[in-house]
């Protein structure tokens, strides 16, 4: 009978190969010229993008109409790259975006399958992610559909919602193969809905705070004085606007991932890459005790069920309700 030392080695290593086999050394061949010719957008159309980007202008890319009449079937599916440290998410939503649904209700039917068919891939971690999704998800309170669904490349430290779901927890080494890989999945693999949550934030105006990405200022709202509260009520309040994803991380992790990106942003230098990252997070997790529970002692312990008690209180009710947690 082998050792749990011996189980554990082996355990080990069958799930590295398996990690190696699946980004990188097997699988599926994948033909450049069939990936291109599955996601390469109308070049008109990505002439007209960037220049109504770049104009702030939907009608920037107007020009471009005169090389197609509009008419006949547009077979192909979109690709264009974009380096948000130059266009914003926002712009693209805003110009981008504008710019196809312009051309669409002008009769262009490629540019109307182009938009239909839009699929988003972003490169980057959980913010940066999550900096796309909130400037996507203005398309549904504008009524302008439909909203592209978003594939990941995980190039972040713990991509958790690039884990969550199936867009794996790290980038590989051999990244050509990769990134056809995830191109190709991104034409296919179904969608799947991510639990957003949109958060209002009032303050007393006048304070100024360094807000992330996700965290916008809104008008500042005059209160109305004759409210019945405790205390006395500022003039004005300044509101921030914003959305949270539901997905994965709750508690002492989304500490250890503010302390993280707190340290980056204050020492940029101690943070250029995943290795170095990786290591930061780890001892920042040490340090809120993950591995010093006591619970886990305690087989009796073990599992959420027996650690968590979760309430929440239905819409037009005053009653909170215990969610059950299941075992698994």
Same mark, same amino acid.
């Given at each position: 009978?082998?050792?749990?030392?011996?189980?554990?080695?082996?355990?080990?290593?069958?799930?590295?190969?398996?990690?190696?086999?699946?980004?990188?050394?097997?699988?599926?061949?994948?033909?450049?010229?069939?990936?291109?010719?599955?996601?390469?957008?109308?070049?008109?159309?990505?002439?007209?993008?960037?220049?109504?980007?770049?104009?702030?202008?939907?009608?920037?890319?107007?020009?471009?109409?005169?090389?197609?009449?509009?008419?006949?079937?547009?077979?192909?599916?979109?690709?264009?790259?974009?380096?948000?440290?130059?266009?914003?998410?926002?712009?693209?939503?805003?110009?981008?975006?504008?710019?196809?649904?312009?051309?669409?209700?002008?009769?262009?039917?490629?540019?109307?399958?182009?938009?239909?068919?839009?699929?988003?891939?972003?490169?980057?971690?959980?913010?940066?992610?999550?900096?796309?999704?909130?400037?996507? =998800?203005?398309?549904?309170? %504008? #009524?302008?559909?439909?909203? @592209?669904?978003? *594939?990941?490349?995980? +190039?972040?430290?713990?991509?958790?919602?690039?884990?969550?779901?199936?867009?794996?927890?790290?980038?590989?080494?051999?990244?050509?193969?990769?990134?056809?890989?995830?191109?190709?999945?991104?034409?296919?693999?179904?969608?799947?809905?991510?639990?957003?949550?949109?958060?209002?934030?009032?303050?007393?105006?006048?304070?100024?705070?360094?807000?992330?990405?996700?965290?916008?200022?809104?008008?500042?709202?005059?209160?109305?004085?004759?409210?019945?509260?405790?205390?006395?009520?500022?003039?004005?309040?300044?509101?921030?606007?914003?959305?949270?994803?539901?997905?994965?991380?709750?508690?002492?992790?989304?500490?250890?991932?503010?302390?993280?990106?707190?340290?980056?942003?204050?020492?940029?230098?101690?943070?250029?890459?995943?290795?170095?990252?990786?290591?930061?997070?780890? =001892?920042?997790?040490?340090? %809120? #005790?993950?591995?010093?529970? @006591?619970?886990? *002692?305690?087989?009796? +312990?073990?599992?959420?069920?027996?650690?968590?008690?979760?309430?929440?209180?239905?819409?037009?009710?005053?009653?909170?309700?215990?969610?059950?947690?299941?075992?698994?």
């Amino acid at each position: 009978m082998e050792s749990p030392n011996t189980v554990n080695a082996v355990a080990v290593r069958s799930s590295f190969l398996d990690t190696l086999k699946g980004c990188s050394f097997s699988g599926i061949k994948i033909s450049k010229e069939d990936l291109k010719r599955k996601i390469t957008m109308h070049e008109y159309l990505r002439f007209a993008i960037r220049d109504a980007i770049s104009e702030e202008n939907i009608e920037g890319g107007k020009r471009h109409a005169d090389v197609t009449n509009g008419g006949g079937e547009c077979c192909e599916c979109p690709l264009v790259v974009f380096d948000l440290q130059n266009v914003k998410p926002n712009e693209f939503v805003e110009y981008g975006l504008g710019c196809l649904e312009k051309f669409a209700a002008n009769g262009d039917i490629c540019a109307k399958q182009t938009r239909e068919r839009l699929r988003v891939v972003v490169a980057g971690g959980d913010g940066t992610v999550g900096w796309v999704l909130g400037c996507l =998800g203005e398309l549904h309170k %504008q #009524g302008r559909s439909p909203i @592209p669904p978003t *594939a990941v490349i995980p +190039l972040g430290t713990g991509n958790d919602l690039s884990r969550s779901f199936g867009w794996g927890g790290s980038f590989p080494l051999i990244w050509r193969s990769a990134i056809k890989r995830t191109l190709d999945k991104a034409t296919y693999s179904p969608t799947s809905r991510l639990d957003s949550w949109k958060l209002s934030i009032s303050m007393p105006s006048g304070v100024n705070l360094d807000t992330p990405h996700s965290l916008k200022q809104t008008d500042e709202v005059v209160i109305n004085q004759d409210l019945e509260v405790l205390g006395k009520l500022p003039e004005k309040v300044s509101s921030y606007q914003g959305v949270f994803y539901n997905y994965f991380s709750i508690g002492m992790d989304a500490q250890v991932a503010y302390g993280f990106h707190h340290l980056r942003n204050e020492k940029p230098y101690l943070a250029q890459g995943p290795i170095s990252n990786k290591m930061i997070y780890s =001892g920042y997790s040490c340090t %809120q #005790g993950w591995f010093f529970t @006591p619970c886990m *002692a305690d087989p009796g +312990l073990r599992g959420l069920k027996n650690i968590l008690r979760l309430h929440v209180k239905r819409l037009n009710s005053s009653e909170w309700e215990l969610v059950p947690i299941p075992s698994r």
